[in-house]
């Protein structure tokens, strides 16, 4: 599945041509691999190759990919910091975009659009936030304990932060269905891939797209989002001057639910289906709850929602003895960088106690992840509900993990959580 196509110092000669063909020569010290991200069996199961890579160079060229990648955590970390040379301004996806979103702009761009979506998660918004989801986390965690056996993505994983979200934006309980629906298919937006499915797709994400924008005007024509406690409701009341108009308040929107969606299900997955799993490290949690802020960095560690996401050089960059030339494309391994036994002793194996805190599972620097304590919030109410009232989360079939290359989680997840009393 893996290995590199040669140890560091020698190039072999059919990539060297393949890597000419795609407009890069020259000997530039990188580590010629054919780890490759876009593989579906690689995806989801990555860590042999991060193994590999980390047992080999510093940095990796794949010439199939035409795509560089770095994946020791004080690399990924340095580049994620130096924007000037290592951009976002080119999009942070194997296909390169350009637009006004904060995601994927640096700066003086990055920060006034940072500062726009700033006010909807300051420390007030999050706690008027926390009974919403501490109900949805004992609500979703009670209906699956009386279903017996369930699939915990369709049950909880997939509509916690969907509902979450939802709330928070203001969508209405009778709009849910919808809303789910456009924003499942709007999410494979930043899933592109150039073949005849992956164009489809992207042509239903872009119908979805229209109509949650449609969805979203109509409720700000309506004017009840305004003084709400809602994030669109909190933008309003910022935007005094009628900075933000319409359409910019629906681009914050759907950004926050492609950014905090697949994500936040990503982590809940990794982390029921570490627990069962690791049931020692489950125990640990019961007998010691005061834990569960530290077990949730390390499930972030362990379980990397986002595994890479891509960036790319405006400059020559220079990383150790090896020159990236500028335009590049620059694969930021987080999966990898957090699985680095430079950073982290015994990093395959998971540990509810372990102080994992320099993990880049939210990113780095001037991008940090603007939601990160909105999500470790509702993971914080699900694994606390599950602790007060589940003595087992007991698998009862494999779980099946997502083939994307950039998002990674738990896609079917068959368990049975047995219950407290019950044990
Ligand atoms: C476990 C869940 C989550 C993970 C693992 C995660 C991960 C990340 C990462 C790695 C980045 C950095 C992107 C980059 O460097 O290019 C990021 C940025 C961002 N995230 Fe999250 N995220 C999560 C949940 C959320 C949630 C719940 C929201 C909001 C509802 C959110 C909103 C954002 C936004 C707006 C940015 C862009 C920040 C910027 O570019 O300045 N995320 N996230």
């Known amino acids: 599945m893996f290995s590199p196509l040669i140890a560091a ?17 020259g000997w530039t010290g990188a580590v010629n691999t054919d780890y490759d991200p876009l593989d579906p069996a690689v ?11 980390h047992r080999s160079g510093r940095v990796h060229y794949n010439p199939r990919r035409a795509t560089w990648i770095l994946h020791r955590l004080a690399d990924v970390r340095e580049a994620l910091l130096d924007t000037d040379q290592v951009t976002s301004s080119h999009g942070v996806t194997r296909v390169r975009m350009i637009a006004d979103l904060v995601v994927v702009t640096d700066g003086e ?3 006034r659009l940072r500062k726009q979506v700033q006010p909807a998660f300051t420390k007030g918004a999050l706690e008027s936030w926390r009974n919403i989801i501490d109900e ?28 979450v979200i939802a709330a928070i934006l203001g969508v209405p309980e009778g709009d849910i269905a919808d809303f789910r629906r456009w924003s499942d298919d709007s999410t494979q937006l930043i899933n592109f891939t150039p073949t005849v499915n992956g164009l489809m797709s992207t042509a239903r994400a872009m119908r979805a797209a229209v109509a949650l924008r449609r ?20 933008l309003l009341a910022h935007n005094t001057d009628g900075g933000l ?45 005061d834990l569960i802020p530290l077990a949730i960095e390390e499930h972030l560690r362990y379980t990397s929602p986002i595994q890479n996401l891509y960036r790319y050089t405006r400059a020559d960059y220079e990383v150790g003895d090896v020159t990236i030339p500028s335009g590049s494309r620059v694969l ?17 194996t998971f540990r509810a106690d372990r102080n994992p805190r320099s993990h880049i599972a939210f990113g780095y620097g001037p991008h940090l992840c603007l939601g990160a304590p909105l999500a470790r919030m509702e993971a914080h109410a699900v694994l606390r509900e599950l602790v007060d009232r589940v003595s087992r989360i007991e698998l009862t079939g494999p779980t099946t993990w997502s083939t994307n290359s950039s998002l990674r989680g738990p896609t079917r997840l068959p368990v049975v959580l047995r219950e407290k009393s019950a044990s």
């Open 9 to 25: 110092g020698r190039l072999n000669v059919t990539a060297a041509l393949r890597t000419r063909r795609r407009g890069f020569s």
């Open 43 to 53: 995806a989801a199961q990555p860590h042999a190759a991060y193994d590999a890579l």
């Open 109 to 111: 761009q990055h920060s």
């Open 136 to 163: 949805l986390a004992a609500e979703l965690v009670d209906e699956m304990i009386s279903a017996g056996g369930c699939d915990a993505v369709q049950r909880l994983t997939v509509p916690m932060p969907l509902r």
């Open 215 to 234: 969805y979203f005007l109509k409720h700000l024509a309506d004017g009840h989002l305004k003084g709400s406690d809602t994030v669109l409701g909190r």
């Open 245 to 289: 108009s319409d359409d910019q308040l629906f681009y914050i929107a759907i950004l926050l639910l492609i950014a905090g969606n697949e994500t936040t299900t990503n982590l809940l997955g990794g982390m029921l289906d570490t627990y069962a799993q690791c049931p020692d490290q489950y125990d640990m949690i019961r007998a010691n709850p």
């Open 332 to 348: 930021m391994s987080f999966g990898a960088a957090n699985r680095d036994p430079r950073a982290f002793d015994d990093p395959n």
